[in-house]
């Protein structure tokens, strides 16, 4: 009896060790290649994110590189043209790679393995341990989107107008689809589909295996952002001021809401709502079934920012140089923290910590 108590306490604590790993773990833009944007609440506590400054690294170059977090490391690019990673309880350096023009695209990190795009037409393929490269593949122009990993493909676009799915075993090219226009966008991946937006206002379905096009839907301003994927749902934003629901099984937009303003940020879907900002300043949450409006806070400064959400709890970036917490369900501030700049990136939850890049280039825990 006593061995089988003794069995029981260290498979719990196996058990428990790994929902701590998984609880840190945030490993590509938005979490997830639906692009969520959210940490499930089952496995992390959110009682510490109090809006309190843990640790700061001051780096030189503005940061528009959404952070991963992986396994006790913290990863990211910068306008110096560098891939970091810091580590996660701590903020110091544990590598750099070095590429050849701005990294504004945002790690993704799958198996030991980071896969991030630079201006210098490449993505990179480096190990996440050490920062060594493993590969990289060159395309004919700068490298923005953020990269998306499903089975055994990376994809995402470049500006040379080419949506890309490459091995992720040899970086070698699986297919590649010419759209009309830069792809800046970040892709999202489910069920077998890429979305992804061009700066021709086009958002286009991919068969992943094929890289062929199931269908598309066209709208009145450029596509910078990723999309998202939930319950059916394909939500996307455009810098026509414009937010987008399409039902993906009827291939067709279902409703639309009219923020007023330019839309730089990507979706954000939780506890029936979808939230994002424009550059008025405004974050808005809509009904996700209908796009009725819910609520809308004024943060004071442009929202280039991405929302990212756990619980009840909403965080976001404002150019008021301010973090961020709103509550899901109402819009009521519970705190905010000023930063050393604007916040363009999208928070990483990590635990029971956010991880926050500045445009005046440093990174800061918060809890």
Same mark, same amino acid.
């Given at each position: ?26 490993? +590509? ?12 609440? !089952?496995?992390?506590? *959110? ?6 400054? !843990?640790?700061?690294?001051? +780096? ?25 990673? +810091? ?10 790679? &070095? ?82 226009? /830069?792809? &800046? ?22 068969? *992943?295996? &094929? ?25 996307? *934003? ?20 009219? /923020?007023?303003?330019?839309? !730089? ?71 905010? +923290? ?7 990136? *999208? ?21």
């Amino acid at each position: 009896m006593k061995r089988q108590i003794q069995v029981i306490i260290a498979a719990a604590a196996i058990i428990s060790a790994a929902a701590t790993a998984n609880a840190e773990n945030w490993p +590509l833009f938005k979490n997830n290649a639906l692009r969520s944007g959210t940490m499930p609440t !089952e496995t992390v506590s *959110t009682a510490r994110l109090a809006g309190q400054r !843990e640790w700061t690294t001051q +780096l030189w170059q503005n940061i528009a590189s959404s952070p991963a977090v992986y396994k006790g490391k913290v990863y990211f690019g910068s306008n110096d043209g560098v891939v970091y990673a +810091l580590n996660l309880n701590t903020g110091q350096q544990v590598w750099k790679f &070095t590429t050849d023009n701005w990294v504004t695209s945002s790690p993704a990190v799958v198996n030991g393995r980071v896969y991030v795009g630079s201006f210098d037409s490449r993505l990179y393929c480096l190990n996440a341990d050490t920062g060594e490269q493993i590969w990289k593949f060159t395309t004919s122009n700068s490298v923005a989107t953020s990269p998306a990993v499903a089975d055994d493909a990376v994809y995402f676009g470049s500006n040379d107008g080419y949506v890309y799915a490459v091995s992720i075993k040899t970086g070698w090219q699986k297919w590649k689809f010419k759209t009309d226009a /830069a792809v &800046t966008g970040s892709p999202v991946v489910a069920d077998g589909v890429v979305y992804i937006g061009n700066r021709n206002g086009k958002m286009y379905a991919i068969d *992943t295996a &094929t890289g062929k096009l199931k269908w598309r839907a066209i709208v009145g301003g450029p596509i910078t952002a990723a999309p998202a994927v939930a319950d059916g749902l394909l939500y996307f *934003t455009s810098q026509d001021g414009k937010i987008y629901c399409a039902r993906i099984k009827h291939q067709a937009v279902i409703w639309r809401y009219d /923020a007023k303003a330019q839309i !730089e940020t990507a979706p954000l879907v939780h506890n029936g709502k979808v939230v994002f900002g424009d550059i008025s300043g405004n974050v808005t949450a809509l009904n996700a079934q209908n796009g009725s409006k819910a609520w809308v806070y004024n943060t004071g400064g442009s929202v280039f920012s991405s929302a990212a959400a756990l619980g009840d709890s909403v965080y976001i970036g404002s150019n008021s140089d301010n973090l961020y917490a709103l509550d899901i369900n109402t819009g009521n501030p519970a705190w905010q +923290l000023q930063l050393e700049g604007d916040i363009v990136a *999208t928070p990483a939850i990590a635990g029971d910590r956010l991880v926050v890049p500045t445009a005046a280039g440093s990174v800061c825990s918060v809890r």
